[in-house]
């Protein structure tokens, strides 16, 4: 069975707090992804990875970073969160082959105070 | 650049009513793949269907069926039968450029069953 798992359901971060949202998955995916979903706006990527190490901007990259050091394992991270920065994000994973599916994770609420 | 457009924010039948969510694409590539997604209440995406572009052949799978129509760019899903389980928000979701399985997903439709 599919596996994607983030490490938090809930989060409350205050203004200006680094903020490390971690995703894992256990089906050997080559692609990660990082989403942030809002009211009215759907799903939209933040960064993605190829491989460990590997990185690229998605379409609304400003004000986060991302780590791959472990093919099972990627990170977002709120380098200085933002009250903006409120959302729920969403990590998934899928092999490297642009028919392939993407696995979701439950997702992370992020509320920035 | 590509684009997913569903114009339905909401829809509420009452439950056994059939419903018809709406998905209209725009894309310069000749290949690309289209996707349905369900959200549940609990927040997790669940994958429903991928289609590719050289596939215009309608599916159905029990109570789900989906119409592919390439001269007006749409994917319209279609739920017969409707029961509460199936409210959801649901995702159409497009994946193009040879290479890259980058997904350029719609705004979403929130489906309400009335029991």
């Known amino acids: 069975d599919v596996k994607v798992t983030q490490s938090s359901r809930y989060l409350v971060k205050r203004t200006g707090e680094k903020v490390f949202l971690e995703c894992v998955q256990d089906m050997d995916h080559e692609n990660m992804f990082w989403y942030r979903q809002d009211p009215g706006l759907g799903l939209r990527l933040i960064y993605f990875?190829?491989?460990?190490?590997?990185?690229e901007k998605g379409d609304i990259p400003e004000g986060y970073s991302v780590s791959r050091e472990k093919k099972e394992r990627f990170s977002l991270i709120l380098e200085s969160a933002s009250t903006n920065q409120t959302s729920m994000y969403l990590c998934a994973s899928s092999h490297r082959d642009r028919q392939e599916t993407q696995y979701f994770g439950p997702g992370t609420r992020l509320l920035v105070l | 650049a590509q684009k997913v457009t569903q114009a339905q924010t909401e829809i509420s039948v009452v439950e056994k009513e059939d419903v018809t969510l709406d998905c209209v694409y725009e894309t310069r590539d000749t290949t690309y793949y289209l996707f349905w997604y369900k959200q549940p209440p609990s927040g997790e995406l669940v994958f429903l269907i991928r289609r590719n572009s050289f596939d215009e052949q309608n599916e159905i799978s029990g109570r789900y069926s989906w119409n592919f129509q390439k001269s007006t760019s749409s994917f319209n899903f279609t739920i017969t039968a409707s029961q509460v389980v199936d409210s959801a928000v649901y995702f159409c979701a497009l994946s193009e450029d040879f290479g890259n399985e980058k997904l350029t997903f719609g705004t979403g439709t929130r489906l309400t069953i009335i029991p």
């Open positions: 990875s190829y491989d460990v190490k590997m990185k």
